[in-house]
């Protein structure tokens, strides 16, 4: 039987707490062995780019949440960010490379979210919140990673 943990976090929408969410979760994700150097960094950015949305989209006013949760089932690493804020319209469009609400952002989010994930699942209501959900499978091995290293 494989055994499942998991982690879960509530913190302010605040710019400060996107380096601590990348930390937090990569400090899980490293529980899994197989896991080389590169996967965690994507993962950091992954977590990043899904935190860094909530923090500048959701909320109007600052007081926002984002619930971040981490689940480790055997070798498969789930990671989960939702907020309570105004939602996405049209998840598909938000998804489209370069496509954004803001003139000062690229629009990237979603494309380099869903280029580093195995699997990346993005649902919004509209005035009650986005939860994006990233799976990440180690594809390399750690030793692997150490040989090419030395």
Do not use: W
């Amino acid at each position: 039987m494989t055994m499942k943990n998991y982690v879960s976090l509530e913190f302010p929408a605040i710019a400060e707490n996107v380096e601590f969410a990348r930390v937090a979760v990569a400090c899980f994700a490293s529980q899994i062995d197989s896991f080389t150097l590169e996967e965690i960094d994507d993962i950091k950015l992954v977590v990043s780019e899904a935190v860094s949305n909530t923090v500048l989209h959701s909320y109007s006013v600052s007081g926002g949440i984002i619930r971040l949760s981490v689940m480790r089932d055997g070798g498969t690493l789930t990671v989960t960010v939702e907020d309570f804020g105004k939602g996405i319209e049209d998840v598909d469009q938000a998804k489209e490379p370069a496509f954004t609400t803001d003139p000062d952002r690229m629009g990237m989010g979603f494309t380099i979210m869903e280029a580093l994930s195995d699997e990346l699942r993005v649902s919004s209501v509209p005035g009650e919140g986005v939860k994006v959900e990233i799976k990440k499978i180690p594809h390399g091995t750690a030793k692997d990673s150490d040989e090419q290293e030395v």
